[in-house]
């Protein structure tokens, strides 16, 4: 994926508000923890380019295993048991579960591995072949990239019909 992370933490956001109107935590920070964490597994491209140096895939460091996400996400659900304050914990699962979405997108035609640290084995259910150069033109020209797309419509859409409501609600037609 390359465009679709934010706008899918987006809708997953938007889900969320929608599922659980009386959550206790502001609209604002579930739009913002949903958008951050469905992008944030893309951190370690800091530690690729400038550390690194582009020796290994990306995909195989900490932000892009699985397990680190589950853990983040039964933290959270421990803290939902346990802290005095429940709304760290919902926005901590929020964040792990955009997190997880990320690698479940990824895993359409990138490289996850899905059961790292203990197998040093990808997976991916499409594969684009690298037709074109530079690299990334394969993608963009990959059928994958029209579900991308979608993703980024759905969310625009959805972005829209909330301003029109916010919107007839402010000039009075929400009565």
Not at 6 to 24: D, F, M, T, V, W
Not at 75 to 104: D, P
Request: glycine share 6%; proline share 3%; net charge neutral.
């Amino acid at each position: 994926m390359f465009i679709a992370h934010a706008p899918s933490g987006y809708l997953l956001a938007q889900a969320i508000i929608k599922k659980c109107p009386n959550i206790g935590v502001s609209t604002k920070a579930i739009l913002w923890v949903g958008i951050i964490g469905a992008i944030f597994p893309d951190i370690d491209m800091l530690y690729f380019y400038l550390i690194d140096h582009r020796q290994h895939h990306h995909h195989t460091y900490l932000t892009h295993w699985p397990i680190s996400w589950l853990v983040l996400l039964v933290l959270a659900l421990l803290l939902s048991r346990w802290a005095a304050s429940k709304n760290l914990a919902k926005l901590l699962g929020i964040f792990a579960v955009a997190g997880f979405l990320h690698l479940m997108l990824d895993t359409l035609v990138g490289d996850v591995w899905w059961f790292a640290p203990w197998v040093d084995q990808s997976y991916r259910l499409f594969t684009v072949e690298a037709l074109y150069k530079p690299w990334w033109l394969s993608f963009f020209l990959h059928w994958s990239f029209g579900v991308e797309l979608l993703i980024c419509l759905a969310a625009a859409y959805v972005y829209l019909q909330n301003r029109m409501r916010d919107f007839d609600l402010e000039q009075g037609g929400g009565r």
